[in-house]
Nanobody, 123 residues
């Protein structure tokens, strides 16, 4: 089965930077989109950034709350995903989740989530 494993979370001082990674492994997959979401305790999970495959081109887009501070990137085969966060703020403190959708283990338009990695920004 396809799994997504995130890494790179941790403690960082406000104004600092952090780089998250997500690696897909196991099973057979061809993702159309890979994305980062985040969720704080008691709050809904929210979109952060995503990369979408359209033909041979990968497109990125961002939530307004992180635009200009975060950069999403991936390998050309869209099996690994990164999130570079700069100028981090205390309100960026959340669990960050990797998400992918596409052809997964023989099922079209399937979706898979990682377990999350915690980012804590202190002032």
């Amino acid at each position: 089965q396809v799994q997504l494993v995130e890494s790179g979370g941790g403690l960082v001082q406000a104004g600092g930077s952090l780089r998250l990674a997500c690696v897909a492994s196991g099973g057979i997959f061809r993702f159309n989109t890979m994305a980062w979401y985040r969720q704080a305790p008691g709050k809904q999970r929210e979109f952060v950034a995503r990369i979408t495959r359209r033909g041979a081109i990968l497109y990125a887009d961002y939530a307004d709350s992180v635009k200009g501070r975060f950069t999403i990137s991936s390998g050309n085969d869209l099996s690994t995903l990164y999130l570079q966060g700069n100028s981090l703020r205390p309100d960026d403190t959340e669990n960050y989740y990797c998400n992918a959708d596409g052809l997964i283990d023989g099922t079209r338009d399937a979706e898979v989530w990682g377990q999350g990695t915690l980012v804590t920004v202190f002032s």
